[in-house]
């Protein structure tokens, strides 16, 4: 994957477990419900286009704290702010909150699709996305009692 190039853009390390994720399944959907944001080559799932976006749409409102991730901003190399890494099929966003500095301790900021309320999380995506699928007492973002099991549709099978 193209780790190197995203990252010297971001100017900051990925957490190496999403990179191990990102490796072993690449962008996708798990249960028809979680998207993983990865390398997609600027399409729907590619994490570096998303990111851009959001960055863009800041600079062009000028505004340092953006009414639609307050408290938070999006992340620009050299300050802290939000990476998006992940969303679901009812529009809930999920994010790190991202610097420079060592990725390990990036935690995940979550929001359901109808608050503007935040949820912080020190795990890591693989065990977010875990909980969401499995775990009934992972509220708000759980889908266990849902779906029969976890699954994962790749963007080629999407396609």
């Given at each position: ?132 699928l499995t775990d009934p007492e992972f509220h708000p973002f759980t889908i266990a009692q849902d779906i029969d099991g976890p699954n994962f549709a790749s963007v080629s099978e999407l396609s």
């Amino acid at each position: 994957m193209a780790w190197d190039a995203i990252e010297r853009e971001l100017q900051a390390e990925l957490p190496v477990d999403y990179k191990e994720l990102g490796e072993a399944l690449g962008g996708g959907v798990f249960s028809g419900f979680v998207y993983l944001l990865c390398v997609d080559d600027g399409e729907v799932f590619d994490l570096i286009a998303q990111w851009r976006g959001y960055l863009n749409d800041a600079r062009e409102h000028g505004a340092d704290d953006d009414p639609i991730f307050a408290p938070y901003s999006v992340y620009e190399p050299g300050k802290q702010g939000i990476i998006p890494w992940g969303s679901t099929e009812s529009g809930d966003e999920f994010y790190w909150l991202a610097d420079d500095s060592a990725p390990g301790g990036w935690p995940i900021v979550a929001r359901r699709a109808d608050s503007m309320e935040w949820d912080r999380y020190e795990i890591g995506v693989p065990e977010f996305i875990m909980r969401v699928l499995t775990d009934p007492e992972f509220h708000p973002f759980t889908i266990a009692q849902d779906i029969d099991g976890p699954n994962f549709a790749s963007v080629s099978e999407l396609s």
